[in-house]
């Protein structure tokens, strides 16, 4: 194992690490589950357009940038082995200048989602709380194949839908709501799988039990795909269900698309975790904003 001072130190961060420790590159599917989350609830966003863009910042570029900066501080070791560049083992972000600017984040995620009433500030408290518990110490969830990519999921896609249609609603979201948020949120799993195959080598190490360790990259592949694809199913079915045809045929046409974007990915899965995660997650964010519409239009019963 690595330790952090081995590497060169400096004084302070260098700007472009410290933007590069935060990763713009992950803030956008919770930006978009926020904004899918207010298209949702089917109340008029006239006038509450404040909301919707401080809420799209909160979700993304400080919650997730804030838990990109927490997960690079906790796993400082482990990208010593993976990918010895990042801002904080090759020293551009010395000392503990990554705790700092995590908490500094973090602070600044609540003192946000305060200006967005109580549902936005219980959201980001439970947003904050999970991202230390998936990568801090005593909890750090993401030990596991299992609870790790499940709680990212569950941050990631179902619960800046919620928030969104909440406070755009200003009161609990519908059953609609809730179960597709969850559906997603669980088909999400799969799409963080695929993202811990590039840490392979130093999870292996470092005792990180990911599901590509455990199971061997083809077959984490292989249930990382039914993961993503049996929600979505759910989902089309339930839109069937809701008399909603055309919203579930559109969801359709993308799980097929999808589906042979996988059938793409199996080939080779290490190789092409990445090229799946620039594509088959594009599709599957399609398919929420499609299913949000479908819901939009069921009215805030049930």
Sequence with gaps: ??????????????????????????????????????????????????????????????????????????????????????????GQIPGR????????????????????????????????????????????????????????GLCYEGLPWFTGAAVISAGAPSVHVIVAALLYSLGAHGIMTLNDFKALEGDRKTGLRSLPVTLGPERAARVACIVMALPQAVIIALLLLWDRPLHAAGVAALLLLQLLAMRRLLRDPKGLAPWYNG??????????????????TLGGAI
């Design 97 to 152: 200048w990554g705790l700092w600017i995590a908490w500094a984040m973090t602070a600044l995620a609540l003192i946000v989602g305060w200006q967005l009433g109580p549902w936005g500030f219980g959201a980001t408290l439970i947003g904050v709380a999970a991202a230390w518990a998936y990568s801090a110490e005593p909890i750090r969830a993401k030990r596991s194949g299992i609870w790790g990519p499940g709680l990212v």
């Design 279 to 296: 594509t088959g997650v594009l599709l599957y964010v399609a398919g929420m904003l499609v299913t949000a519409l479908a819901i939009r």
């Design 1 to 90: 194992m690595t330790d952090i001072a081995a590497f060169p130190r400096m004084s302070y961060p260098r700007p472009l690490a410290a933007l590069k420790l935060i990763k713009p590159v992950t803030w956008f599917p919770p930006m978009l589950a926020y904004a899918i989350g207010c298209v949702s609830a089917g109340a008029p966003v006239s006038g509450q357009w404040g909301a919707v863009l401080l809420g799209i910042i909160l979700a993304g570029p400080i919650v997730c940038g804030m838990s990109q900066a927490a997960n690079d501080w906790c796993d400082r070791h482990v990208d010593a082995i993976n990918e010895p560049h990042r801002g904080i083992p090759s």
